[in-house]
């Protein structure tokens, strides 16, 4: 009987690389450990920076976690998951991106080391869960029960910039700023605030401590004509979303001009209608003209000669700025141009700073836009100053609007382990041990604060442990070159509620995810 070959099948295309059972997990847990373990000397306020160099040479010095990841060049795919971890914390609630980071890392080496036990992944996910869900029971019991005054929000301010970049005499004088920015656009927190009312310019040339705030739109524009006034106060504003030009037809024409008479009348027709938009605007009692689109140079000239000062190709973001600012509308058309189009403000003045002219459109009617100005000694100072200041801003407006506050300095964190140990006597079975392990990963946030302080990581952990079981709280102070325990609600270092709830649901969803995950197909 003649024997029968055996075709092999190819259900995969040629090329295709497959990655299955534990040599996936394996895989996608130490990439995401190797992510997490980027960012971790970054965090608190004694964490060191990153510096990030691209392949043409541009440099970013930073400890802003969601930065250092985004700049990074990851390819992996579960280490990408955590990079989304941290973009998803920083969208949602602004700071808290290391952290996020750092956890996730933590939940996925400790669910490696429950795998070598033979723990089923499942039994792992099932154990997170509960665990994220005692340690937001456990957050709920450590917000404090205080009134969010200026001086509350300030010391918010303060914890999220310290360490990056600001200086701790600084980041005094630019959390004032940012609560002050807060408090003017916010209102009574009937739910109107809107974050593009708080902005963001940025100089060199001074020291950081020269930062300030303007209550209302700084635009790095200067006049479309030098022969415009440098300052104009108590100004109407008008905000254009149309082009200052000729108008062009919009289908292909050709005209014969056959004479003098016939060319001097074109050139007169076009003189007219550049003429009339300086006129409507002039008879309109226009001061202030902001354009999002182009302004000829005929007509800025005749905008100069009626006193009107003029900006074009404002960026959007920028006009609805200013229309906020100033009470105006955005206009696609001059005709029947009426009062309650325009905006007011009390002054729109021409700034130099080195080579730059800035715009500073300050005392808007509206009073719903200010800008934090910026300043810096050079560009990787202030840049990092910016999202020092991005970051302040969300968190202030996360404590307002999000819950409340809770106590910083690893001391919730501490909280949130020793509640979650607790209750996983409690529970039975092997998903015992992943709602213990959860305890452990969590408390690598202090025992990580620790370490970047100078402390022995150790040490400090069961000193957290014996005050928070004598006193209900504890958390590691930064004290000149080293740090020391003790209570930060009395030092003023305070995290928005929002933060760590951000926090515990993304990492563990993000763990959970990738400890799932059993094969991984990759195409050529």
Known sequence: MASRMQQPLYILAEGTNRTHGRSAQDSNIRAGKAVAEAVRTTLGPRGMDKM?????????????????????????????????VSQTQEEEVGDGTTTAA?????????????????????????????????????????????????????????????????????????????????????????????????????????????????????LDKEPVNENMPRSVADATVAVLDMKLDVRKSEVDTEYNITSVDQLTAAIDAEDSE???????????????????????????GFLADAGILAFKSVKKSDARALA??????????????????LGRVDSVSI???????????????AAKAVTLFLRG?????????????????????????????????????????????????????RKQLAVEAYADAVEALPRTLAENTGMDPIDALVDLRARYENEGIAGIISSGRTGEIGDPVELGVIDPVAVKREAIESATEAATMIVRIDDVIAAK
């Open 377 to 429: 000694g050079t560009e990787h100072v202030v840049d990092e100053l910016e999202r020092a200041i991005e970051d302040a801003v969300d968190v202030v407006v996360a404590a307002i609007d999000k819950g409340g506050v809770v106590p910083g300095a690893g001391a919730t964190e501490i909280a949130i382990a020793d509640r979650i140990r607790s209750e996983a006597a409690g529970i039975e079975g």
């Open 351 to 365: 700034r130099s700073f080195g080579d730059d002219d800035l715009a500073f459109v300050e005392g808007g009617a």
């Open 102 to 218: 750092v956890l996730t890392g933590e939940l996925l080496a400790h669910a490696e080391d429950l795998l070598d036990d033979d723990l089923h992944p499942t039994v792992i996910v099932e154990g997170y869960t509960e665990a994220a869900r005692i340690a937001q029971d456990a957050i709920d019991e450590m917000v404090l029960d205080v009134a969010l005054d200026d001086d509350l929000l300030r010391k918010v301010a303060e914890s999220s910039m310290t360490g990056k970049g600001t200086g701790d005499v600084t980041a005094d004088v630019l959390a004032k700023h940012v609560v002050k920015a807060v408090q003017m656009v916010h209102g009574d927190g009937d739910g109107t605030f809107h974050r593009d009312d708080v902005r963001v310019l940025t100089r060199t040339g001074a020291s950081s401590s020269a930062t300030e705030l303007v209550e209302g739109v700084v």
């Open 274 to 300: 550049l003429r009339g938009y300086a006129k409507a605007l002039s008879d309109a009692g226009v001061d202030v003209v902001f354009c999002t689109k182009s302004i000829d140079d005929r007509v800025a």
């Open 324 to 341: 906020r600012a100033t009470g105006a509308k955005r206009l696609g058309s001059l005709s029947d141009l009426d009062e309650s189009d």
């Open 52 to 84: 990030l160099v691209d392949s043409s040479g541009e440099v970013v010095i930073t400890n802003d976690g969601a930065t250092i990841l985004q700049k990074m060049d990851i390819e992996h795919p579960a280490a990408q998951m955590i990079v989304e």
